[in-house]
């Protein structure tokens, strides 16, 4: 999953009620999807409506009568929207719920994910009137629109959208809209970069703004050239091991095991550089140029990549990932496309394929061969009882002794971690008991 390499561009759209703010920012978006390479794919627009503060059953009859002020200040979550646009800021996927307008509430059960883009864009009535917020737009625009002109649109819009009759729509307009437009949302007009007046309409304005944001998507894309960090992954799991020698039997000298809280990031660099990030901390740093090529080896199965590389001062280091999931791609589509780059730059084999392209052969440059078992050789042992075996090559690293066998299968296999080997392992179990 490629993911935008720097700060998102953060622009903020407030106006009063019906000034034409979402149409400014359909317009903008449209116009950005003229563009060649589809530019309008890296915009997200968020409403400010989905961060209402969820209403009681009795705060809802109120507003079904036009009673219940949706204007004021206090109506809205500002925590909620504050970290939410700093997590996007922090290039972190978000959840949305929806909220409907019909129903003055949240939808149950429907969100709207929204991916790390490089350009967001917030608008709502008073999304400049929180001050931490506020500091959180690169750029502020406001929609400004005659008072008589927004009552018309908004007359015709709850109508005809929300169903609403006219006594509703006059009575909560003069009682909260207005004063509450007048009270919080048009002070906060002086804090605007452009103040666009007649929305839309203002195809000089808006085409300004596109060109503002043309140019910085180019900036952006420029810089992602530069980068070193050219691909990046969202991982799931992280873990680590270092042994005391080269050879694959050496005792552990340190592990490290790390559920990911959404910002662990396997990334590819353009120069041939392997880091395995949280935030902005390095865990993991591997150089994958073609003069090393032959010491970094590894394996994979579903949505796990397991690395060995021999560090410095003769110690083995192994480390393991497991990819996340999106939306539009499981866990193991973004280990194969991961696993596509990195075949160009290390020896790695898929850890369902037979045993003559299997882990034990891939480390054979590198590592004492003899130490390392195949998987489907692993499984077997490990099922047979046969003997103590040495799980270094999948992803734990204790020794694992006949006694406590059922005790890992339990403990480490059924839990769905590396489905596919749970499943291989389920496969080979049955396939046994069936020939028994
Ligand atoms: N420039 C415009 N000319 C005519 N109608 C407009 C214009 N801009 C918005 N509208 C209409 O006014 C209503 C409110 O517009 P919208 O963009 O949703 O405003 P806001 O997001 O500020 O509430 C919609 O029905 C929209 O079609
Ligand atoms: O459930 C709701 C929530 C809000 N409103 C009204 O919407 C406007 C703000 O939305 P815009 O899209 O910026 O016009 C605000 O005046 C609320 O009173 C609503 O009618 N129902």
């Known amino acids: 999953m490629s993911s935008p390499p720097v700060k998102p561009f953060l622009i903020g759209v407030a106006g009063g009620p019906c000034s034409g703010k979402s149409t400014v920012c359909e317009k903008i978006v449209k116009d ?66 929806r909220y409907d307008v019909r129903t003055f509430s949240h939808i149950d059960g429907e969100y709207e994910n929204i991916e790390p883009v490089d350009v967001i864009i917030m608008e709502g009535i008073l999304v400049f009137y929180f001050p931490q917020i506020r500091d959180l737009f690169n750029m502020k625009l406001f ?37 509450a437009f007048e009270d919080f949302c048009l002070p906060t007009k002086k804090y605007a970069d452009v103040i666009i007046p007649r929305g839309a309409d203002n195809s000089v304005a808006v085409d300004l703004i596109v060109q503002h944001i043309k140019d910085f998507l180019k900036q952006n894309t420029d810089m992602a050239v530069q980068s070193p960090l050219t691909q990046h992954w969202s991982l799931i799991r992280y873990s680590v091991d270092i042994h005391n020698s080269a050879n694959s039997g050496g005792t552990i000298l340190q592990r490290q095991f790390d559920r990911s809280d959404g910002q662990l990031r396997l990334s590819l660099t353009s120069t041939q550089q392997l880091f395995v990030t949280r935030d902005n901390d390095i865990e993991e740093c591997i150089d994958l140029w073609p003069t090393v090529i032959s010491s970094v080896t590894g394996t994979y199965v579903g949505d796990a990549l397991l690395l060995y590389y021999i560090t410095g001062n ?61 998987t489907p050789d692993m499984i077997k042992l490990l099922l047979s009882q046969q003997q103590t075996i040495k799980l270094s090559s999948y992803y734990y690293s204790e020794p694992i002794h006949n006694e406590n066998m059922t005790e890992f299968l339990e403990k480490y296999l059924i839990e769905p971690t590396f489905p596919d080997f749970v499943s291989t392992v389920y496969a080979m179990l049955e396939s046994m008991a069936k020939k028994k």
């Open 143 to 179: 929609v400004d629109t005659d008072a008589d002109t927004r009552l018309a649109r908004r007359v015709l819009r709850d109508m005809k959208l929300h169903g609403r009759n006219l006594e509703h729509i006059l009575n909560s307009y003069t009682n909260y809209v207005k004063p």
């Open 314 to 374: 003769r110690c083995r280091r192994e480390f393991r990932v497991q990819f996340a999931s999106s939306d539009t791609q499981k866990g193991s589509d973004h280990c194969e496309n991961c696993v596509k780059y990195l075949k160009k730059l290390c020896k790695l084999t898929n850890m369902n394929d037979n045993e003559t392209s299997g882990v034990e052969q891939t480390m054979s440059t590198t590592i004492d061969a003899n130490s390392i078992v195949s």
């Open 32 to 97: 950005l999807e003229c563009l060649t390479d589809n530019q309008a794919n890296r915009v997200a627009v968020i409403a400010l409506e989905h961060f209402y503060r969820p209403k009681s059953a009795e705060q809802r009859v109120l507003a079904t009568r036009g009673d219940w002020n949706l204007d004021h200040p206090v109506a809205f979550d500002d925590e909620l929207l504050f970290t939410t646009l700093q997590d996007l800021l922090n290039g972190k996927t978000v959840r949305i719920n």
